[in-house]
């Protein structure tokens, strides 16, 4: 026979308080099984489960709707849900590792900065120049999109090979849509949103190699694991200014 309990017995039963049993209630997580003779809540043996449960997932971060919907669902798609929480959860913690070591490592001091990229479309070209030279590259694949009505968003450099003179690809952050049906580039890329470490270069591009051996030296040494290539992220109207990007995790 099912013994009923008042919400103080409930409580006590659970270790949920009472107003949060009174929430979760306000939020349908839980129903009482009904009234005594007095009117008050009574809850059944089966609920303790539930809401030992409930109170879990809360304390794990989950929200009030993900809760709603995981309960209504079976246990096939609670294990799905479950599994996507983990994963969200598994990113959280990248990023505070991320924003931890670069607290710990005193990175300002460095002139080091943390850049959060959204995700992004690059239209991306072969180019061969003399080492920071490639403003011309630049001017001139830019003018190709210019006259295809494709704007362009951001501009980018990666190393591929050589010293002097340099094979590398530029890219053209582009909208999603203005890339459909654009072959005639090296390659289309849809960058994921992820984390940089970024170091602002100040001296003149033709010393670039100087900004990859400081945030090459700066990663080894404080623990830095790229999760991506070195990009060379150029603005202004005549590519002098560049911030070198190092992606260290992706994001969701």
Known sequence: MNKFMTIQNFS???GV???ALRFYETKNLLQAAGRNTNGYRVYSEDQIETVKLISS???AGV???DIQLYLKEGE?????I???WIQTIRKKVDILNVSLRYLDSRSIVHQIYLIEKPAETIIWFSAECEVGKFKEAFMKRGKELEKLSIPIKSCYLKYVSGKEVVKAQIGFGVPDTAANGFVEAAGLEQMDACICIALSFNEPVTDIQNGYRKLLNYASEHGWIPAGTILEWYRGVDFTEVDLLMPVTQLE
């Open 76 to 80: 096939s798609s609670r294990n799905k």
């Open 57 to 59: 997932l809360r304390v």
């Open 12 to 14: 006590e039963r659970t």
């Open 17 to 19: 308080s009472k107003s």
């Open 82 to 84: 479950m599994d996507h």
């Open 63 to 65: 929200s009030i709707k």
